[in-house]
């Protein structure tokens, strides 16, 4: 038997679904459902989701409140200064787990059941990616909500900007995490390894200091940090006098460090695969 | 449809398989024996391109599962070995999942869902989340996702391990009606030599990354001279005399106490000769039964050690 159908030709099996792409966007949108129904089913994670960011706007905004009084600080109101920097640390600190879920599903084996359908990889990696978009989403909405009577003052593009900063930065930490998460496998190198990139990337960042009052070393170093962009532009589009081009090319560059994390990220995969 | 030729997949420095070659026919449960540690997982992964094979070939439905992994994935379904079901989710929602990686839509697939709630009983638990679930329902919607699409093969790993007494009987039920419905190729991989027996239309006997044997259950075990017969005598004093007349019938006779043991090739027709002949030579006969060889026994002779022993070591 097996010689005469190992020489069938592989175009005689049925290909189910349409185009490749078409699949791609199905699978990531079924998947991507599937993690919000499953967190919606758990309002106390909800509950907390939704806190997590008031949080850290209220106690950053007191512990850091007399900073602008710094020589060289440069701005004047504290927390509209505070509110880009907090927006995107509250990024970092949510998109840094998204490995876990991963971990679990490996753990779970829904990952290799998974692995032996026609699923894209890629989808798992969009999905995530747009499953943690969404939560950040709303936490950065709460954050500008709460900023509001604590005197902070936005424009609608640099909210828009700030939001696609947001995403365009959860795209990159999500898709480290994943990455992490397929070669690691472990929960707690995983935990190890987001805190050693996110706890450095937010101080050499000017998320909670002016770069005005950083050393010169730390200013150098930001300049190619993926963090810092992100609170550039955000921090930029929301000014009263934004500098658009500075805005654009700090975006830009996220995008394409968010696109190659997520293609490597999907590569991954691959490295899993041959450990099993 | 499944065909494989010495695969050998290497850890490090430790071989789970080596060289480990099958064949499975169209339409037919396989199943696939052997201790915990054999290489019997270890070969379902690389044929549902899962791993990789460090070297050997693997075809499934005629395709390289090196060469075509994404063509592969589409006709084959996979149960593996550990229950597999996103505990978060409903019974409805996994099983509308994994439809829509297969491509399926719609009015299909609720159709299908539908059909594999009902058929494996789990319409009324269709709306709650799979944590809800006993192990017995988990296993059964991990089933019914290894066949949403209609697969031509499916591989059931360990389709029982885990599973309480019960619930492995309503399984095996399930799968022997499985068999007969639908006509897909079945490669089933199992430590629990009953269930190979009970489900498997051919065996193939794994050991130490390898195939030791291969056949049918039957075909195995008549490998080993035939069955067992006991025969409790009445009086002990007439054994000398029983040995003698059933020597010359059967092989390996044995005695201890009031019973006297011995292979014949088939034991149904070897009976009434072997009763007849104690009765025309007046030894009162007790009790008289036939025992099967086990795989058990076949297990033994093939891989030089029990099962129970090499799963020992597996553990």
């Known amino acids: ?276 | 449809m499944i065909n494989a030729a010495g695969l050998v997949k290497e850890y490090g420095k430790v071989r789970a398989l080596d060289g480990l070659s099958l064949d499975v026919e169209p339409g037919t449960v396989f199943g696939l024996l052997g201790p915990n540690g054999a290489g019997k997982s270890t070969t379902v992964k690389i044929l549902t391109t899962l791993s990789r094979a460090t070297s050997g070939t693997a075809h499934v439905a005629g395709l390289d599962v090196t060469k075509f992994p994404d063509k592969v994935r589409r006709v084959i379904g996979c149960v593996p070995q550990q229950t597999s079901v996103d505990p978060a989710a409903t019974g409805r929602e996994n099983l509308n999942l994994q439809g829509a990686l297969y491509g399926l839509r719609r009015a299909a697939l609720k159709t299908r869902t539908d059909q594999l709630l009902t058929r494996f009983g789990l319409t009324d638990a269709a709306n709650r989340p799979s944590r809800t679930y006993s192990g017995g329902m988990q296993r059964k919607l991990d089933v019914a996702m290894g066949l949403i699409h209609h697969p031509r093969v499916l591989f059931l790993d360990e389709p029982t391990t885990g599973l309480d007494p019960e619930a492995r009987a309503e399984m095996w039920t399930e799968l022997t009606h499985l068999a007969a419905e639908e006509r897909m190729t079945i490669l089933l991989t199992t430590h629990y030599l009953e269930e190979a027996d009970k489900l498997a239309s051919r065996l193939a006997i794994v050991d130490r990354g390898k195939v030791v044997a291969t056949g049918t259950p039957d075909d195995l075990k008549n490998e080993l001279h035939g069955d067992a017969i006991t025969i409790d005598l009445a009086d002990t004093a007439t054994i000398p005399q029983a040995r003698a007349l059933l020597a010359r019938i059967a092989t390996e006779v044995t005695s201890s106490g009031r019973s006297l043991r011995a292979r014949v090739s088939d034991g149904a027709t070897a009976i009434p000769a072997v009763l007849a002949a104690l009765d025309s030579a007046g030894i009162p006969v007790a009790s008289v039964s036939v025992a099967r060889p086990s795989l058990d026994d076949v297990y033994l002779r093939y891989a030089g050690r029990s099962f129970a022993d090499a799963e020992g070591v597996a553990a």
Request: contains cysteine; hydrophobic residues 55%; proline residues 5%.
């Open chain 1, 1 to 276: 038997m097996s010689g005469a159908i190992s020489t069938m030709s592989p175009e005689t099996v049925p290909v189910a679904g349409g185009s490749a792409r078409w699949a791609l966007a199905t699978h990531s949108r079924y998947l991507t459902m599937q993690s919000v129904r499953a967190l919606l089913r758990q309002p106390f994670f909800v509950a907390i989701s939704l806190v997590q960011p008031m949080i850290w706007l209220l106690l950053f905004g007191e512990l850091f409140k007399r900073v602008a009084e710094l020589p060289g600080f440069g701005a004047s109101s504290y927390i509209d200064f505070l509110i880009p920097g907090i927006i995107v640390m509250n990024v970092l600190f949510g998109a840094s787990w998204s490995g876990m879920t991963f971990i679990e599903m490996i753990g779970q084996g829904t990952m290799d059941r998974m692995l032996t359908t026609p699923l894209k990889r890629g989808a798992l990696i969009i999905a995530s990616l747009a499953y943690n978009s969404i939560t950040i989403v709303v936490q950065t909405a709460i954050i500008f909500l709460v900023g509001w009577p604590l005197g902070a003052t936005y424009t609608a593009p640099g909210i828009l900007v700030s939001l696609a900063a947001t995403i365009l930065l959860t795209g990159a930490f999500c898709s480290i995490s994943n990455a992490y998460a397929l070669v690691l496998r472990s929960r707690e190198a995983l935990i190890g390894l987001s805190i050693m990139l996110a706890l450095p990337l937010s101080f050499l960042s000017s998320a909670l200091m002016s770069q005005g009052a950083a050393p010169d070393w730390i200013r150098s170093v930001s300049r190619f940090n993926p963090v810092d962009w992100a609170v550039v532009a955000s921090r930029e589009a929301l000014s009263g006098s934004p500098d658009w081009g500075a805005v654009w090319a700090h975006l830009g560059y996220l995008a394409v460090i968010a696109l190659l994390l997520g293609y490597l990220a999907t590569r991954a995969f691959g490295s899993y695969q041959r450990s099993i």
